[in-house]
């Protein structure tokens, strides 16, 4: 799920931070910019492992500020195609399921990625897998075990993307007869795990709980 990886960045620190040393200054600005923060193609940044090395300093004409090469070790969240994971069901849709990890929310279980055959129940709001004659809820709340399918890493939208789909889900929400998508920024998930629970053990964690077996009665 955690990879250490090593990256080279060159780094810009603002004349007021000067009068730090040069490894603090260059540490405190790599912070800023990739914890927390998911790298395109790499993974989501969860800690500053070390700084293996700092170069430069250079400081230019009209600008003030000191520029540094610097290379560093860092903590990633990077789940393999394969990998099982568990997490707690956030929410469900027509379109399937997303799952929280606590630190990362923007896992999504497409509908044809559930056990089958599954529906979507619209009084409750769930999902629902048929198993031998029983109906079991996938509750939000409830701890969910999944394999993850793949990574998709998503390129930040332009000001004019985000309108043609803020209007495109207006239009989808007029044709369906509901009300348009309240005004507001539009969330973007620059990094998605798609996931699967299609087989044994699988789903929610308590479908799978060991039954206790009966004692015998005593005589």
């Known amino acids: 799920m ?3 990886t090593t990256v080279e960045a060159d780094v810009r ?11 603090t200054a260059v540490t405190d600005v790599i912070e800023q910019l990739y914890l927390d923060k998911v790298v395109q193609d790499l993974g989501l ?3 500053i492992y070390d700084i293996q090395q700092v170069q430069g300093g250079h400081i230019y004409p ?11 070790r860092c903590i990633v969240f ?7 994971l568990v997490g707690k069901l ?3 849709n027509k379109e399937g399921l997303r799952v929280s990890l606590g630190f990362f929310s923007d896992v999504l ?4 990625a559930l ?7 619209e009084e409750e709001g769930v999902w629902v897998w048929k198993y031998e004659g029983s109906d079991m809820f996938m509750d939000t709340g409830e701890e969910i075990r999944f394999r993850v399918g793949s990574l998709r890493f998503n390129a930040t939208p332009t000001s004019a993307q985000l309108q043609q789909q803020a209007a495109a889900a207006a239009a989808a929400a007029a044709a369906d007869g509901g009300q348009p998508p309240p005004a507001g920024p539009t969330v973007h998930s620059p990094l998605e795990v798609l996931g699967d629970i299609d087989g044994d053990g699988l789903g929610l964690t308590c479908w799978w709980q060991p039954v206790a077996e009966e004692e015998p009665a005593a005589t």
Request: glycine share 4%.
């Open 13 to 23: 620190v603002h004349p007021r931070d000067l009068n730090k040393p040069p490894l």
């Open 109 to 112: 279980i497409p509908d044809y």
């Open 78 to 84: 990077r789940p393999f195609v394969g990998e099982v």
């Open 45 to 47: 940044v969860v800690s």
């Open 62 to 72: 009209n600008d003030g500020a000191a520029y540094f090469k610097a290379r560093f």
């Open 115 to 121: 056990q089958s055959p599954s529906y979507y129940n």
């Open 90 to 92: 956030l929410s469900c």
């Open 2 to 4: 955690f990879i250490l």
